[in-house]
């Protein structure tokens, strides 16, 4: 399973602004689009639901920005995903209004897709967003290993699409 780029945006998005918390000054969207490479536009529109799905409070304006609206260790990574994810039919046969596959029920393949989709959000069930932040034996003993990340690397311009070649 592949998870969107929408996905991948919001759990930045959300990693960024919790290494962020304690900060005085809010996490501002240009700040995330440019550490990460990410158009500001499509930052802009995760952003705003996160904000409706209450996981970011913004505010507009000078001195404006975001910031997680709950403790870190109140966002679910899981339930973020399901969220965010539009189709976790991994086959056709997942989805009954849809599938054409001539097996049928003398398939396993199904179920044992299924189980491991199940096994798949199990895991990220039982991951936190501060679990995501949380430093391992490899990083400093002390800080945030995602905003010594976010310290260590400069800001970059937003990701500029591939040249095409000629046809």
Sequence with gaps: MRLTQWTDYTLRVLMYCAACQGREQPVTISEVAQSH??????????????????LLETTRGRGGGMRLMKPAHDINVGAVVRSTETDFHLVECFDPRTNQCCLGSHCHLHGVLAQAMRAFLAVLDGVTLADLDTPQPLWPPTGSPVAALISLHPLRTPRQPPPQGDA
């Design 37 to 54: 490479g990410i158009s500001r536009s499509h930052l802009t529109k995760i952003v705003q639901e996160l904000a409706a799905q209450g």
